[in-house]
């Protein structure tokens, strides 16, 4: 299953192409719908698609520069322009930064169908090759191999679980490995050792909800695996050098 996300300024349009088709079927699950720029680049950053459907005229930033924005934090991400109107000049831009497709509104059914299906097939196709590189390298480099698959394994557990407490000793029980080899792999494999990881997936989700929410930053804490919100502070005041309620306040960047 591949994840989609739609952003467009009108609600009614992220509305329609979330209701389109039965994505599930055709292999997708939609995973955010956002009408604002800076959310939308918050739930990428959180999600990760494989494609993102973009509208071309958004206040803020347009398409164009959201979508260069993506390609930095996933070249590999795979994106779809809507537009409005036909403009060879935006055309050009989309195809320079290696937008997959350019599609005019009103959405037709059919060609929404036809470049789901080719993006679905172009993503079976990377998936496949990327399998067998794994095995590939596996059967040549067993060991490196299990290093990187052991990290990985590790890293999607913390993503998912971050709001538990998390521990070297509840790893090492879960994964039947032991603490030490964890530690020295995961500096080894990722340049930083397991707890700055997992208070890098805490502050992201932080950041998120204090943006994105009028959740009060005291429940943001437990909400993000710290009990005590003087510690919470404490750690986003040292990662990001100011409090999570001057961070709440402080105006959204515009970005260049």
């Not at 699950?29 to 604002?36: G, M």
């Not at 520069?65 to 993506?70: A, F, G, K, V």
Request: glycine share 4%.
């Amino acid at each position: 299953m591949y994840k989609i996300m739609f952003v467009d300024d009108e609600f009614w349009i992220l509305n329609g192409l979330k209701q389109r088709f039965n994505w599930y079927e055709l292999g997708f699950e939609v995973v955010a719908a956002e009408t604002d720029v800076y959310r939308a680049l918050d739930s990428f950053k959180a999600y990760r698609p494989q494609v993102v459907f973009v509208d071309i005229n958004m206040p803020g930033m347009d398409g164009i520069q959201l979508s260069e924005e993506l390609q930095k934090l996933s070249p590999e991400v795979h994106i779809v322009i809507l537009s409005g109107y036909s403009s060879f000049d935006y055309a050009q831009k989309a195809i320079r930064l290696g937008v997959r497709e350019y599609m005019l509104k009103p959405v037709d059914n059919n060609e929404l169908l036809r470049i789901v299906t080719k993006l679905r097939e172009e993503l079976d196709k990377e998936h496949n090759a990327t399998q067998e590189a794994t095995e590939q390298a596996a059967a040549e480099f067993p060991a490196v191999y299990n290093c990187r698959r052991d990290v990985s394994v590790i890293q999607d557990y913390i993503r998912l679980n971050f709001r538990q407490n998390i521990t070297l000793a509840e790893l090492s029980d879960r994964f039947h490995l032991d603490p030490s080899y964890i530690s020295k792999i995961f500096k080894q494999e990722t340049g930083e050792n397991f707890s700055a990881f997992l208070t890098n997936c805490r502050m992201e989700y932080a950041c998120k909800l204090l943006k994105t929410t009028d959740t009060p930053a005291i429940q943001i804490g437990g909400l993000c695996g710290y009990s005590e919100y003087p510690y919470f502070k404490k750690v986003f005041r040292k990662a990001y050098g100011k409090t999570p309620r001057e961070y709440r306040e402080e105006p959204t960047k515009q970005l260049d």
